[in-house]
């Protein structure tokens, strides 16, 4: 799995935390490195050690060219190359023999991004509870719905926070729980699609299909379709066999009338899955998720699930896994690994969502806006229940979905 996952640029940091930290200790694919920005610009992604006497890197100097060990001084350039051994003879050919690990790293869209597929000294890396999250279409229901209404209900919020009645998430995620006739998956260019059929037959308002968030391989889902006013990335990172760098990568749109503030640098924020007094946080969706994620242990035994019609899709990605994995060996490339810019699409989701978004709005052509589910409505109160309440940027987004609203009204006044 490890051999496979470094066929991919993969998304490390945000470039705003970098750009504040300068140098940071990260671990990822099982290899503890170094991030580093010097005051050019430049980026690396070295070993964390200093091969002199092995003191951390995460110590050191960003300086011209490299990142200068705090011990005595020695300097790496972002190849992984010792530069400069400062207090030995000048004239000693030493430093030359000296490297260390060095990644290529590349900023794209708000993230510095690596390429690790040079170095094969450790393979960990396990995709496991956290990234099968994806494949699970219906947790919704009870994760979502009924956990949520406990949780908010011992709170004595739950009056508060979902006032309205039937529009709070909760009672919507609820009712996608009536009415499964079954669950469908196939396989894409990019990855997969997988999603619900409806039976009005069997207690669902109306006999339809509702398409889940896409899955891109290796390890990115989006929610929310094109076009609407709130999509997300979840991208989940290895970091080793037993833990996940976990990133929810939002993008806030609005139709061509309505003005989006522009963004001088893409913000990032660490959210909380705990309370002060040490208490898992459960009355917000990525909390939800991430707490049934991890109580499935580091490492689960597969051997003790039963697993049932509702987890098709996960039992699809396990293989597609394994034939990814399988191809890596035999020597070719597997999905996804573009060796050519030209031929690297530009647009990799596809097809349409649910069928009524299709019907009713232009949701595929992204000019439409969905203000009608709790992630489009923030405007009204919701965003406090989900990972979004703690984001720096909430109130430009707040603001842009009560301009689209004020604009969608007057459009229907007109
Ligand atoms: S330990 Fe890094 S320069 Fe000596
Ligand atoms: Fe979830």
């Known amino acids: 799995m490890g051999e496979l996952m470094r066929r991919y640029w993969i998304p490390v940091r945000p470039t705003a935390q970098l750009v504040k930290e300068e140098v940071m200790a990260v671990r ?10 010097l005051a050019d610009g430049q980026m690396g992604l070295v070993g964390d050690r200093c091969p002199h006497r092995m003191t ?15 011990y005595h001084g020695w300097m790496f350039n972002p190849a992984g190359q010792c530069i400069e051994t400062p207090l030995e003879s000048a004239n000693d050919p030493f430093k030359d023999r000296i490297r260390i690990k060095g990644y ?5 869209g708000g993230l510095v991004w690596a390429y690790m597929g040079a170095g094969t000294d450790a393979l960990a890396a396990a995709v496991g509870p956290c990234h ?26 739950l009056e508060e926070r979902a006032a309205d009645g039937q529009m709070h998430t909760l009672y919507a995620r609820m009712k996608t729980g009536n009415g499964i006739e079954s669950l469908y998956v196939n396989p894409t260019r990019y990855g997969m699609e997988k999603g619900i059929n409806y039976s009005k037959e069997l207690g669902a308002d109306r006999d339809h299909v509702s398409r889940h968030a896409t899955v891109i391989f290796p390890f990115y889902t989006q929610t929310g379709g094109p076009g609407m006013v709130r999509q997300e990335f979840q991208i989940r990172v290895p970091v080793d066999d037993t833990n996940t760098y976990h990133i929810n990568y939002g993008c806030y749109m609005g139709p061509e009338e309505v003005p989006v503030t522009v963004q001088e640098s893409i913000p990032y924020y660490d959210v909380p899955l705990f309370d002060d007094d040490g208490k898992p946080l ?6 939800q998720d991430a707490h049934a994620w991890i109580s499935q242990g580091p490492i689960m035994d597969r051997t003790q699930e039963h697993l049932g019609r509702t987890d098709m899709p996960i039992v699809f990605m396990r293989r597609q896994f394994e034939e990814q994995m399988r191809i890596v060996e035999d020597g070719g490339d597997p999905m996804n690994v573009f060796r050519d810019p030209a031929t690297m699409p530009s647009l990799i989701h596809g097809g349409h969502w649910d069928e009524r978004e299709e019907e009713g709005k232009a949701a595929v052509t992204g ?48």
């Open 28 to 37: 990822i694919l099982g290899e503890d490195l170094v991030l580093f920005r």
């Open 367 to 414: 000019k439409g806006s969905d203000l009608s589910s709790f992630r489009g409505a923030y405007h009204k109160g919701y965003a406090i229940d989900d990972a979004d309440r703690y984001g720096p940027a909430m109130p430009q987004v707040i603001d842009l979905m009560r301009r689209i609203d004020e604009a969608q009204e007057e459009a229907a006044r007109a």
């Open 56 to 70: 951390e890197l995460r110590y050191g100097i960003p300086d011209t060219g490299g990142l200068r060990c705090c």
């Open 282 to 287: 459960l009355d917000f969706v990525l909390a």
């Open 104 to 108: 290529p790293v590349q900023e794209m």
């Open 132 to 157: 099968e999250n994806t494949g699970d279409p219906t947790h919704s229901v009870y994760l979502h719905g009924n956990l949520f209404e406990y949780v908010l209900q011992k709170q004595g919020k």
